[in-house]
C-alpha cells in the first residue's frame, strides 16, 4: 500500500445489549474502549480518521478529545448499523482509494493489526475487499473496501452492517489471519466483558 488509507471507525450505536452501560465506554487499562481504539487507529499511521458518532451531546465525543481525527454525526444512528456506514463513507476524501472499517467493540486488536491488514492491499488486482480473520480463519475485522465499492455502500440498509455486500463479493475478498481471536474478539454484554476481564486477569505475561 503507497497512498492514504482513510480509516473509519463505527463508533455511532447505541449498545442495546449492555443494560444501560455504554460498551465503547468501559475503561480498558484505565482509557475508554473508543478513546483507545481511535489512539490505535490514529498510531497506525495509514491515513486519516473518522468516527462515526451519535449526536451530541453525547459522552463519547468527551472520550475522544484532543485526537487528531474527524468525527462524524450520524443523526440516523437508531436506524441501524449501515447508517454509520453510508455517512461515514460519505465523509471520505474524495481521493481515498479504499477505507478500512473498524469496529470499536473488538480490545484486542491492535496497531499492527492494522498495518498488517493494510499491507495485504494490492488495489492494482481483480480484489476489491480485505479482511481480517481469527487465526483460525473465522472471518472479522477490520474490513477495507476498494473505491470501486463505495456507491455500493451507499445502498445498505438495516443493521447487517456491509455483510451483504461482503457476501455479495465473496470471490474477491482476501482473508488475512490475525493473531489469536484479535478479529472476532467483540465485546457487547456485561457478561461478555466480564468474562474476558477475567481471562485478562489470569494470562501469563509474556516473558
Not at 474490513?143 to 452492517?161: R, S
Not at 481471536?181 to 485478562?200: M, S
Amino acid at each position: 500500500m503507497t497512498q492514504a488509507l482513510p480509516i473509519l471507525l463505527l463508533a455511532a450505536g447505541q449498545s442495546r445489549r449492555m443494560q444501560g452501560r455504554d460498551k465503547l465506554m468501559e475503561p480498558v487499562e484505565g482509557v475508554a474502549l473508543l478513546r483507545r481504539m481511535a489512539q490505535r487507529a490514529i498510531a497506525a499511521g495509514l491515513g486519516p480518521v473518522y468516527v462515526t458518532l451519535p449526536p451530541p451531546p453525547h459522552p463519547r465525543y468527551a472520550a475522544l478529545s484532543g485526537l487528531e481525527l474527524t468525527p462524524v454525526e450520524v443523526p440516523d444512528a437508531a436506524s441501524g448499523l449501515s447508517a454509520s456506514l453510508r455517512r461515514g463513507f460519505s465523509a471520505l476524501p474524495p481521493q481515498a482509494g479504499a477505507a478500512m472499517i473498524l469496529l470499536c467493540d473488538l480490545p484486542e486488536l491492535t496497531t499492527e493489526d492494522l498495518k498488517n491488514i493494510a499491507q495485504s492491499l494490492d488495489l492494482n488486482s481483480e480484489n476489491m475487499i480485505w479482511r481480517g480473520t481469527s487465526e483460525t480463519g473465522a472471518p472479522g475485522h477490520p474490513v477495507v473496501i476498494a473505491q470501486p465499492l463505495f456507491d455500493e455502500v451507499q445502498t445498505l440498509t438495516g443493521d447487517h452492517g456491509a455483510q451483504p455486500l461482503l457476501r455479495r463479493h465473496a470471490d474477491r475478498v482476501v482473508k488475512v489471519a490475525l493473531p489469536g481471536d484479535h478479529a472476532i474478539c467483540d465485546l457487547d454484554t456485561p457478561e461478555a466483558w466480564a468474562a474476558w476481564r477475567a481471562r485478562q486477569d489470569t494470562a501469563v505475561p509474556a516473558p
